[in-house]
């Protein structure tokens, strides 16, 4: 609407693109727009694509089940909602069918965001863990790379003071005439 101002003050849609911040595209499209419709041709036609398929009854539905836990929808084995999960318990549910990434944009949508599980066994043993980190692998890991001046380049070498004294390339720091 911002844009439909400017045109009708005659100015051009690259001032308009620089003015309102967006693409000089975006700012003739709109100028098209604009002169072929006026001011309702720029109105919003609402989200793009398609609409959801589930009603507004049935998303605060799915989000209390989502709420629940997979353990009360028969996974049993971990605690954890995968968006194919979501996807067939939408499909029990409410008999709609939704893709995986469909399912992936509707928990976005519902304000669940992705999580990875931090895969611990429940018998795990915190002491033991940092005793094995502190003694094992100590003596697992051995010495890594010695410390200094190292280059992998072969077109930028490593400093002249970092070279051998008689080995290749020693009279390489020398001006050359």
Not at 10 to 23: F, K
Not at 33 to 49: H, I, N, Q, T
Not at 137 to 156: D, F, H, I, L, N
Request: net charge positive; glycine share 10%; proline share 8%.
């Amino acid at each position: 609407m911002q844009a439909a101002e400017l045109f009708e003050q005659e100015i051009n849609p690259s001032e308009v693109a620089r003015r309102l911040r967006v693409s000089v595209k975006s700012a003739y499209q709109w100028h098209q727009l604009w002169r072929d419709g006026g001011v309702p041709a720029l109105a919003s036609r609402g989200p793009s694509g398609s609409r959801c398929r589930l009603s507004p009854r049935c998303l605060e539905k799915l989000a209390a089940y989502l709420e629940q836990g997979p353990a009360a929808h028969g996974w049993v084995e971990d605690q954890v909602w995968t968006a194919s999960r979501v996807a067939t318990l939408i499909g029990r549910k409410f008999h709609v069918s939704y893709s995986v990434s469909g399912a992936t944009r509707l928990m976005h949508r519902l304000g669940f965001s992705p999580q990875v599980p931090a895969r611990r066994v429940a018998e795990r043993d915190e002491r033991a863990v940092s005793v094995w980190r502190e003694v094992t692998w100590a003596e697992v890991k051995g010495p890594g790379r010695p410390a200094g001046a190292t280059s992998a380049s072969r077109t930028k070498p490593g400093s002249p003071a970092g070279r051998p004294v008689d080995g290749p390339g020693a009279d390489a720091g020398s001006p050359r005439s």
